[in-house]
């Protein structure tokens, strides 16, 4: 089945630590966007690509990493300069220029700080 | 700017009961409007979608919403709560050349027996 896969469920760092979170699709959709979800504040955006080799800062990029070096995959980079970064992260995908566009979600990994 | 208001944070209602969810937009151009349903530690399920025609949009699991453009309102509406509707609900504006998606900060459904 098609869908958006991410792993790892649950991901634990340390101080002065980077840690990469995957996300993979085969929906063979173009446009992929990272989200970071806080209590209380709803859905907000980290990064997002829209072709490979190209992505674009959303509202809460610093602290943050990602590339697109293939179509299928966009790993996302907590660094250790993101100094909160205890929060629900989801992936997501969509076609772009498209009367049927909707975003199609991962199942989101859950950062914690040790 | 562009902008999504869910003024409602948390709704209990009654298992049977009707169901109304607010939403209000801001957006520089034509909006497309979507309502996404969220399980504790899921992602996210579109009920339904907003892009032209009918303002009145059916979608899954019973939901429906109406677009009003004179109030920049999307409300969702459900006539008959059923006890596994309690989640997470986001209202959200965007896509096809935009780009981005302007999520609101969500609104919590308690049903009670």
Sequence with gaps: DGGITQSPKYLFRKEGQNVTLSCEQNLNHDAMYWYRQDPGQGLRLIYYSQIVNDFQKGDIAEGYSVSREKKESFPLTVTSAQKNPTAFYLCASTTQGHIDEKLFFGSGTQLSVL | ????????????????ASLELRCNYSYGATPYLFWYVQSPGQGLQLLLKYFSGDTLVQGIKGFEAEFKRSQSSFNLRKPSVHWSDAAEYFCAVGGFFGNQFYFGTGTSLTVIP
């Design chain 2, 1 to 16: 700017a562009q902008s999504v208001t869910q003024p409602d944070i948390h709704i209990t209602v009654s298992e049977g």
